[in-house]
């Protein structure tokens, strides 16, 4: 069966096609400025080295969905010669609140679910929504399955995801911690036990998943224990422009101080705080390495706030399940700076945490890098959210097949 993901933004869209019967990558491309001048999708098909790219007004999700499955249908750079191949489609979502703790297939009920919670994510739910039901429009017959971000994450207990401030607001608004990245933390897990050759129940691992957005998990018997991203993805880590943790005191203070409304500080604390409002120099940290080493010392001291605050979260986990057996990076950052492993695992051999400097030196593709002495392990995993998705959806499509 041949699976489409979709993972939509508010004007943007991220696809990929695979065939499930060998779990291959058949394309993959991306639809930008959806709703804007300068809509444009980028197509490309395993195994060959030129991209497809038109530029084209696309008014909506529907006309990019459109233009997704012409460019799968195209004679010379398309995967499949009907839509009809097309077995089933996946899509990411970010916010399930409390109603999901696994993949489901959608029908009317998810997508009022899925409304009902649009105020818990409301730069992620909608254009979610917008995705599916633009899915809908255009392949009325194939079943679809909704992947969650949350999901993974709804085996925290109590102690560790409720706030405390007055328990009534989480009655009556469900203010809790939900994290997100699920998918990231799940699939690195489970590649960890397989690489360790443990079994996953046998094992306590602490993700590290360092990209753009970043956040921590403690994994317990394969169960999520603890994550550092909150109520919403803000809390926790440095990111690229989020602040992560801070005193809340703080933003009545920028208030006053600076004449801010709330959705100004909010603009600041999501968009132009973390490594780009510390350093003032970029958001990335290809950008911030470079102005290290050219002496800025801004970007360094980002740097170290950022791994600090990792180092901080590994220690808290480390209590929480009384012990690790291993800790994993993942993500465009964990996957690419050995500058950034390196500085968040110095020093941690007291705990049984030894980085191999040799082994580090690595980019991208699953390793495992602690030193042969290390009692923890310490692993590279490159994280593949798309082929989590294509599986549930494919074991749920499959399910739904046998009990018809
Ligand atoms: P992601 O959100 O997982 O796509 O990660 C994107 C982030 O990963 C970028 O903003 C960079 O900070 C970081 N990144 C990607 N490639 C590299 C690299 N080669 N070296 C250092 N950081 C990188």
């Known amino acids: 069966m041949k699976v489409l993901i979709i993972n939509c933004g508010s004007s943007s869209l991220k696809y990929q096609l695979l065939d499930m019967t060998n779990e291959t990558l058949l394309a993959k491309g ?46 010379d750079h398309g995967v499949v010669s009907s839509m009809d191949e097309i077995g089933a489609v996946g899509h990411r979502v970010v916010h399930a609140g409390e109603m999901y703790s696994k993949s489901v297939l959608i029908d009317k009920s998810v997508i009022k679910a899925l409304n009902d919670c649009a ?30 971000d949350t999901a993974f994450h709804q085996t925290i207990p109590p102690e560790a995801y409720v706030y405390a401030i007055p328990y009534e607001y989480y009655e009556k608004y469900r203010i809790r911690r939900y994290g997100f990245h699920g998918t990231s933390h799940k699939y690195v897990a ?37 994550t550092s991203m909150g109520f919403t993805p803000l809390e926790g880590l440095v990111m690229g422009t989020r602040a992560g943790d801070l005193d809340t005191a703080i933003i009545q203070f920028l ?8 959705p100004e500080i909010m603009n600041v604390l999501n968009m132009e705080s973390g490594v780009y409002g510390l350093s003032g120099v970029s958001s990335d940290f290809r950008d911030l390495e470079q102005a290290v080493e050219a002496g800025n010392e801004r970007a360094a001291l980002a740097v170290k706030v950022f791994a600090h605050r990792v180092r901080f979260y590994i220690g808290a986990y480390i209590a929480i399940m009384n012990g690790v057996d291993a800790i994993v990076f993942t993500a465009g950052l964990g996957e690419n700076s050995a500058e950034v492993r390196a500085i968040i695992c110095n020093e941690l051999g007291n705990l049984g945490i030894k980085l191999d400097l040799v082994k580090n030196k690595v980019r991208g593709k699953e390793s495992v890098i ?3 002495d290390s009692r923890v392990a310490i692993l590279l995993i490159p994280t593949n959210e798309e082929l989590m998705i294509a599986r549930d959806t494919y074991k749920l499509v499959n399910k739904l097949k046998r009990n018809v």
Do not use: W, Y
Not at 121 to 147: D, K, R, S
């Open 30 to 75: 991306l639809v930008e400025r959806i709703g804007i001048e300068g809509s444009a999708i980028t197509h490309e098909k395993t195994g060959r080295k030129d991209k497809f790219t038109l530029a084209t007004p696309m008014e909506d999700h529907n006309d990019a969905i459109r233009h997704v499955i012409q460019a799968l249908l195209d004679k």
């Open 255 to 262: 208030c006053e101080k600076e004449d801010m409304s709330l």
């Open 119 to 148: 105020d818990l994510a409301p730069l992620h739910n909608p254009p979610n929504i917008t995705g599916i039901e633009a899915c809908q429009a255009i392949m009325p017959g194939t079943p679809m399955a909704a992947v969650f």
């Open 190 to 226: 489970e590649r960890t036990a397989d690489i360790l050759g443990v079994n996953i129940k046998d094992l306590k691992i602490i993700t590290c998943h360092l990209g753009n957005g970043a956040s921590v998990t403690a994994i317990k018997r394969g169960k999520s224990l603890d």
């Open 370 to 372: 602690s030193k042969d």
